[in-house]
């Protein structure tokens, strides 16, 4: 069944994607893109374009659309659920102090090497996308410049204006540079495309943003769900991004310590950072395993429901002949953003000495030039991280 394929297929991924958004987005271009061939470049392109400009998680929005795509809605929920599960589970472990000493360098351990698999990854989609979408001197200047503004200074107004000014770029720039084979693969040639909304996800996500702060102080478990709910409506740029807005909401329930902790629990493990809101779920809430469902359902969902409700009008969108321009433009800004997410945090977390250089240097290699199955890569740079 394509549900079950699909739900193991992200279990999967969701056991060994350490790195962040920018590696996971490497992750699923490399076995959904290039691999399986459920979707082509073009199409991942639009969905990730999509991604930054909507709040929420990136990457698990990116997965869950994937999951969309190949079988409707039940796809991406078992997508989101296969991805998020390995994170959710350990974030719970963390939760009930099951972790020592020992656990704790097993983990760091792991950490390491895959943190340069990580390095990998992402060096090898940001070569694909390139490739794919800065074929001509300007797009390959819109990425450039985008790389190097957000490497001089990323915040979200910088990385949301960048990306509207490659819009714009595209619109004044693409119907001279393109010709027209390119121009027909953007969809140009589509003229009766209808831009769709789902009324209802998007109906959904402002009754509870609305709604909730009326009913937050009937329970705790109300109150948790409007908490995370809040921050996941609110935050843009990713798992680091929602740090204050979570400090701000529940860490003055929780120790500096228990909060800090949560938070670096969050970057070693695989996955989605967001399932930080796992372990102060459990926290903060009588019953930790409720607390932690409560929390993790409730900082995902405005994300996931803002894909639905934006997903096909937005697809429609970008087949329409004027906005074919900005597409072009957007999807050489996306290249750059992987590129300033490349280096920072991605290169500089990992790469410390020239072993662990020279380690990603072998790595690309083997990942360009062979068909190596990346199980085998995240065997042998498991190993790695323990031998460094």
């Keep these: 069944m394509p549900v079950v394929q699909i739900f193991f297929r992200f279990l999967m991924l969701g056991l060994v994607s350490f790195g962040g958004p920018a590696a996971h987005i490497g992750y699923f271009q490399k076995a959904f893109v290039e691999k399986l061939k459920w979707l082509n470049y073009e199409h991942y392109a639009k969905l ?25 809605l039940a796809g991406g929920i078992a997508a989101f659920l296969g991805f998020t599960l390995p994170s959710f ?10 972790s020592n000493s020992d656990w704790a360098h097993l983990i760091n351990g ?12 992402v060096a090898d989609a940001v070569l694909s996308m390139f490739k794919s979408f800065c074929r001509e001197w300007q797009s390959i200047l ?8 957000l490497l001089l200074q990323s915040n979200l107004l910088i990385q949301i204006s960048l990306l509207c000014l490659a819009a714009i770029a595209g619109l004044l720039i693409f119907p001279y540079s393109a010709n027209k084979k390119h121009s027909n693969t953007q969809g140009i040639e589509n003229r009766g495309t209808t831009v769709r909304v789902q009324w209802l996800a998007l109906t959904l996500f402002f009754t509870l943003f609305l709604g909730l702060p009326l009913v937050s102080k009937l329970s705790t478990q109300l109150g948790v769900f409007h908490d995370f709910y809040n921050a996941g409506s609110l935050v843009f740029g990713g798992g680091h991004v929602v740090l204050p807005l979570l400090q701000h909401s529940a860490g003055d329930a929780l120790t500096q310590d228990q909060f800090l902790t949560g938070y670096a629990a969050a970057q ?8 930080l809101a796992t372990y102060l779920g459990a926290q903060l809430t009588p019953n930790p395993i409720v607390g932690a469902g409560i929390a993790t359902v409730a900082i995902f969902l405005p994300g996931l429901l803002l894909m639905v409700a934006f997903k096909d009008g937005w697809e429609a969108m970008l087949e329409k002949p004027r906005v074919a321009g900005a597409t072009w433009g957007v999807n050489a800004a996306v290249v750059g953003l992987l590129m300033a997410a490349f280096y920072q945090p991605v290169f500089t977390s990992a790469i410390y000495n020239w072993q662990t250089l020279l380690a990603c240097v072998a790595g690309f290699l083997v990942i360009r030039l062979t068909k190596c199955p990346i199980m085998i890569l995240v065997i042998v740079f498991t190993a790695l991280g323990y031998w460094l």
């Design 110 to 121: 792991a950490t390491t090497g895959l943190k340069l698999l990580a390095v990998v990854v």
């Design 89 to 98: 589970t350990l974030m719970l472990l963390l939760s009930y102090g099951t």
């Design 48 to 72: 990730v374009a999509l991604s930054q400009f909507l709040p929420g998680p990136g990457s698990s929005q990116v997965g869950f659309a994937v999951g969309v795509h190949r079988a409707g």
């Design 142 to 149: 819109i990425a450039l410049l985008t790389a190097t503004a």
């Design 268 to 275: 070693a493990v695989p996955g989605p950072m967001f399932t």
